[in-house]
């Protein structure tokens, strides 16, 4: 698995990198067929009383892309948010993998619908 942490208008401190790392863990707990992750954390400036620490991520596992973005007042409140929304996605996901193969079929003399005369 190729992790990507990079920070966009802020530096990533090895604090930020081990919480994301241990909410990742959730995730891959999962799914075990994670082939890319890159995260990108940022800070919007644009005024001071209206900051936004924004977060997103995109994760590339077997036959698809997801992309999760997030955006707090604190970013560490993002990166929760996005975690969950991305923990749920990845949950749909599996469960549409898992879920292609269907019940077998029953005998056809079974489900013979009897009309009363």
């Not at 790392?21 to 919007?44: A, C, G, N, Y």
């Not at 620490?53 to 036959?63: C, D, I, R, Y």
């Amino acid at each position: 698995m190729n992790l990507t942490i990079s920070g966009h208008h802020l530096e990533v401190t090895p604090a930020l990198r081990e919480y994301v790392l241990t909410k990742l863990d959730k995730v891959t707990r999962h799914f075990d067929q994670v082939v890319d992750v890159t995260v990108i954390l940022s800070v919007e400036k644009q005024k001071e009383k209206d900051r936004r620490q924004k977060a997103e991520v995109n994760l590339h596992v077997k036959g698809k892309d997801i992309f999760v973005e997030t955006a707090h007042e604190d970013l560490y409140a993002a990166i929760d948010n996005l975690m969950d929304k991305l923990d749920r996605q990845v949950c749909r996901h599996k469960t549409k993998v898992q879920d292609h193969h269907h019940a077998p079929l029953k005998r056809q003399g079974d489900n013979v619908w009897e009309m009363p005369l």
